[in-house]
């Protein structure tokens, strides 16, 4: 079973790694194994191109003696993929996509989910296909969840001290297990593989649009609200320092410029 979620997931990491090289005229990822002290480790694949300013798709797949979020767990192994974008073009939105699987001696669970992020330029049309993808991608799977993720995803991504939600929403799940595994994990890998048609026409759309100085300085403006986030509620950055994992990996979700 793990050995077919982790095959999934690198093949995910090479899809969308070569979706978004394909924006890119010369540039490519540079990818960097590294491994976790317990056991196991991952690969980081940071892009830093003339359409992405910064991208980064990592994958991870670690193992220990000691479940780092509650002990009493026993031994815990956890794997995903995570990415972060942040766009040459203000024009074009910053996207976050994670597929996770956990397991302990006592449980298993998934997670995941896609948001979406303007910075300062916001779309109704946009927001609208974002959203079809992500409900799309859960209505064979009970007509119940898109309407319970899309509220999730409100409720995670809210930056509590500007009283307002990072972006325009998306999905977000966490600790989802029915029972019954085979839907589960088909639920998961819709999520994850269904993440390119919400946001590649997005980005071939804005490509090319034309921007000025003013515009960088709302975008680096909105970038500062990104990074707060991340740094004071993101629990996935709590869990991977928490857990001993690389933080080269773990603070790529950082932009590579943002203005306070």
């Known amino acids: 079973?793990?050995?077919?979620?982790?095959?999934?997931?690198?093949?995910?990491?090479?899809?969308?790694v070569a979706s978004f090289e394909s924006l890119e005229p010369s540039c490519r990822f540079q990818r960097t194994p590294w491994n976790h002290h317990t056991g196991g480790g991952g690969e980081i694949s940071v892009l830093r191109g003339d359409v992405f300013e910064k991208a980064a798709v990592n994958w991870s797949g670690v193992s220990g003696d000691k479940a780092p979020f509650n002990a009493d767990e026993g031994a815990f192994f956890a794997t995903g993929v995570s990415l972060i974008t942040h766009m040459k073009n203000p024009k074009m939105p910053?996207?976050?996509m994670n597929?996770?699987?956990?397991?302990?001696?006592?449980?298993?669970?998934?997670?995941?989910?896609?948001?979406?992020?303007?910075?300062?330029?916001p779309s109704e049309e946009d927001t609208?296909?974002?959203?079809?993808?992500?409900?799309?991608?859960?209505?064979?799977f009970g007509k119940n969840l898109y309407p319970r993720f899309s509220q999730?995803?409100?409720?995670?991504?809210?930056?509590?001290?500007?009283?307002?939600?990072?972006?325009?929403?998306?999905?977000f799940f966490d600790h989802y297990n029915t029972g019954n595994f085979e839907q589960d994990v088909g639920m998961w890998k819709s999520v994850g593989s269904t993440f390119l048609d919400a946001i590649m026409p997005l980005y071939r759309k804005h490509k090319d649009e034309p921007y000025v100085e003013e515009d960088k300085k709302i975008q680096n403006k909105m970038r500062a609200h990104y990074v707060e986030f991340n740094l004071l509620y993101d629990?996935?950055?709590?869990?991977?320092?928490?857990?001993?994992g690389n933080p080269e990996a773990i603070l790529c979700s950082m932009p590579p410029t943002a203005n306070w």
């Open 128 to 140: 609208k296909h974002f959203h079809d993808i992500a409900k799309k991608s859960l209505d064979p």
């Open 99 to 121: 597929v996770r699987f956990i397991q302990t001696e006592k449980q298993h669970w998934f997670g995941g989910g896609y948001d979406l992020t303007p910075m300062g330029f």
């Open 94 to 96: 910053t996207v976050h």
């Open 1 to 16: 079973m793990k050995e077919e979620l982790v095959q999934y997931l690198k093949n995910l990491r090479d899809e969308i």
């Open 152 to 171: 999730n995803a409100r409720d995670y991504f809210f930056i509590k001290h500007w009283k307002k939600e990072r972006g325009v929403g998306g999905i």
């Open 235 to 244: 629990r996935g950055t709590k869990f991977g320092f928490e857990s001993g």
